[in-house]
Nanobody, 114 residues
């Protein structure tokens, strides 16, 4: 089983990034997929989720209206489009598969700084 995140990097405030998560080794379409993030010195927190049936999405209040989560069940991919980035969005972003057996990716660093 693998969840591999990509797309992180350094971006200026107000900029955009698109994170990707490639899943393999499990039945992707049966899992709710989420993104979490962890800033230095803080606990890991939930950012956004998308369910496996209707692709209904949910967002943390801090990112609602700026971030968009999506999935492609044909490609076993989940994405996080992040717009209007702020310094407080700086964190390691993790892909999470929620199901009978949950899985975590290793994370990708996002740094928002001028």
């Amino acid at each position: 089983v693998q969840l591999v995140e990509s797309g992180g990097g350094l971006v200026q405030p107000g900029g955009s990034l698109r994170l990707s998560c490639a899943a393999s080794g499990f039945t992707f379409r049966t899992y709710t997929m989420s993104w979490y993030r962890q800033a230095p010195g803080k606990e890991r927190g939930w950012v956004a989720g998308i369910n496996n049936i209707s692709s209904t999405t949910h967002y943390a209040t801090s990112v609602k209206g700026r971030f968009t989560i999506s999935r492609d069940n044909e490609k076993n991919m989940v994405y996080l489009q992040m717009n209007s980035l702020k310094a407080e969005d700086t964190a390691v972003y993790y892909c999470y598969a929620g199901g009978p057996i949950p899985y975590w990716g290793r994370g990708t660093q996002v740094t928002v700084s001028s």
